[in-house]
């Protein structure tokens, strides 16, 4: 099999994580999306598995940054959502590597440690499709399809059940695992801030981009 290549789809950070809302300014959590989609792409990039990093976003501060580092960039579809985009981002990731195995790894893991993510996609490579519930158990960060499968995302709330019913397997990933801990509330937030991981990124949002 040849390498992975990593999806990550982000929204226009303007409107991202509309539920920090309450503990960021608007312009501040604008960049702290935008840190946190860096920190993921970052360590997506320096995954041993990883071939290739795909980004969709219709964000061109974000896209600009992610392809100084390497990433492809993709516009993400018009009125689409996290589906279409992922979907979107697979099929470019396969044009430009026909027969990859392809992940979609969602872009709000500032704390995202590579050996986690190799850890995971080496169990994926097992499954033909397969996924990383949260740290929850309910939502999911990590969906894969291995080469000649597709992937079938169904993200939202309660995602990890839908996936499963879906024909991805859930993954018996550590709980401790940092591919678990997306960051979505102010909750979320003072768990990563105890890691000391939280700081790092928010000391980056207020450097730029």
């Not at 929204?11 to 960021?24: E, F, I, P, Q, Y």
């Amino acid at each position: 099999m040849t390498g992975w290549w990593v999806v990550v789809p982000v929204k226009d950070a303007r409107h991202g994580k509309s539920r920090l809302a309450g503990v960021l300014a608007d312009d501040d959590r604008a960049r702290f999306v935008r840190a946190m989609a860096l920190d993921t792409l970052a360590a997506a990039g320096a995954a041993t598995l990883v071939e290739g990093v795909v980004l969709v976003t219709p964000d061109q501060v974000l896209a600009s940054w992610a392809q100084r580092g390497g990433a492809v960039v993709v516009d993400e579809p018009h009125g689409g959502g996290l589906d279409a985009a992922v979907l979107a981002g697979a099929s470019r990731a396969r044009a430009l590597a026909p027969g990859c195995a392809v992940a979609a790894l969602l872009g709000d893991l500032p704390g995202l440690d590579p050996a986690d993510l190799d850890a995971a996609l080496l169990l994926a490579a097992a499954h033909r499709r397969a996924h990383v519930p949260d740290a929850a158990g309910t939502g999911t960060t990590l969906l894969t399809a291995s080469p000649g499968s597709d992937l079938r995302p169904v993200f939202g709330t309660g995602s990890s059940d839908r996936h499963v019913a879906a024909g991805h397997v859930r993954l018996d990933v550590p709980a401790d695992s940092t591919l678990r801990h997306d960051v979505d509330d102010p909750a979320d937030l003072d768990t990563l801030v105890d890691a000391g991981t939280a700081r790092d990124t928010a000391a980056q949002a207020r450097m730029g981009p």
